[in-house]
Structures are given as C-alpha cells and as structure tokens.
C-alpha cells in the first residue's frame, strides 16, 4: 500500500473510535474529532524512528483492538515524541512518549481540540495530574491500572476513560500500554499541573 493509504486506514481507524463515543455518550466533540482526522493534513512521510517503536509494535501486534493493526501498518508515519506539555513534565517522569496528531498548531488543524497518542513503558507509573480540558482516553493495547477521580481499576483494551475538567487522572502498567488522548473543551496548555500523589507518598 501506498503511505498515503496506510496514514488514511489508521486516521480511519481511529476516527471510527471517535465516531462511536460521539454516539454513545452523546458528545459533539467526539464526532467533530472524528471528521477532523478524517479531512486529513497529517503528511505521509517517515518520521524519526522514536526510542520506543519496538515495544509500541509489539503492543500492537498482539493486541486485539480493531484499530491496531492499521496503526501499526502505519507506525513509520506517526509523529512520535511531540507531547505538547512536554516543556512542564521534569524529566524522572518521563516514563511515556506521546504523538500529537491533532490540534491548534497541527499537524491537523483544529482550533478547539487536540488528539493524539500516548504510550507508557512497562512498569512504570505516571502520577496525578489534571488540566482545564475536557479529556478521553481509549485502551489500544496493553495493561493499566487508572486513576480517574476516586475510581482507580485496571481497564481492557477498547475501554473509554473520560477526565471532566480538573479531574485527577494517574496511570500505572505492568506490561506496557498504549492509548490514544482527546481534550476538548478549554485546550490551553498552561493549566497542565501535577497534583500531590497518594500512591507516590505510600510507594
Ligand atoms: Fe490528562
């Protein structure tokens, strides 16, 4: 397949997934998310290979959630490393890398969303923090343990997890995993802070 093609079925793949949350939980924001990947403007051209593609391509393959294999035919294509609260997150809890496909400085363009992806390595733990944004989550692969307010389980892949503004949210994972991210709402970048941590107190 062309790499243009293989971009298409992924951003295809992911907006399905939007499109069915808009349906389910009646939010505009989902489906409106949807339709932006749909229009496009992400360039089908390789990306610097992130430090983390083995294991993101490992996590895909072996999970069964309907959009994986179309991401990882198109892994090659998505702009890792280019988490837009990058600048505020000290460097012990890096523990992630992110891909921003989606928002007011693109690479699609949208004003009033951001979107992307979001993998966090095995055993590992990145504590609370909240935003002003709106935000879902939805399981691509792997394992987690969430925090999302006062409701803190393991979640299966597929699973959609969703932040009202300023709700405290926390991963940790055993094996890996792999999400993608939706904010909506009020999307500014300052209000990203990391909150005092229970689980880190008790570590
Ligand atoms: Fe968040």
């Not at 593609?53 to 890792?80: G, K, T, V």
Request: glycine content about 8%; aromatic content about 8%; overall charge negative.
């Amino acid at each position: 397949m062309l790499e243009r093609e293989l971009l298409d079925a992924a951003l295809a793949a992911l907006a399905n997934i939007y499109r069915a949350e808009g349906v389910t939980f009646q939010r505009p924001e989902a489906e409106a998310t949807g339709e932006a990947l749909l229009r496009g403007g992400l360039v089908p051209a390789q990306q610097p290979q992130c430090s983390d593609d083995a294991a993101i391509r490992a996590l895909l393959l072996a999970s069964p959630h309907p959009a994986a294999q179309a991401l990882l035919a198109a892994q090659h294509l998505i702009p890792w490393d280019t988490n837009p609260v990058g600048d505020v997150v000290p460097e012990e809890l890096k523990v992630y890398t992110v891909s921003t496909l989606m928002g007011p400085e693109g690479p699609i363009y949208a004003p009033n969303l951001r979107c992307g992806l979001y993998y966090q390595r095995p055993g590992s733990y990145y504590p609370l923090h909240d935003h002003d944004a709106d935000e879902t989550y939805v399981i691509l692969a792997g394992d987690t343990l969430w925090t999302a307010g006062d409701d803190r389980r393991e979640r299966e892949i597929g699973e959609m997890i969703h932040h009202p503004s300023h709700m405290p949210h926390a991963f940790g994972t055993q094996g890996g995993v792999l999400a993608m991210w939706r904010w909506s709402g009020d999307v500014n970048l300052e209000s990203y802070r990391f909150l005092p941590d229970p689980a880190l107190a008790s570590a």
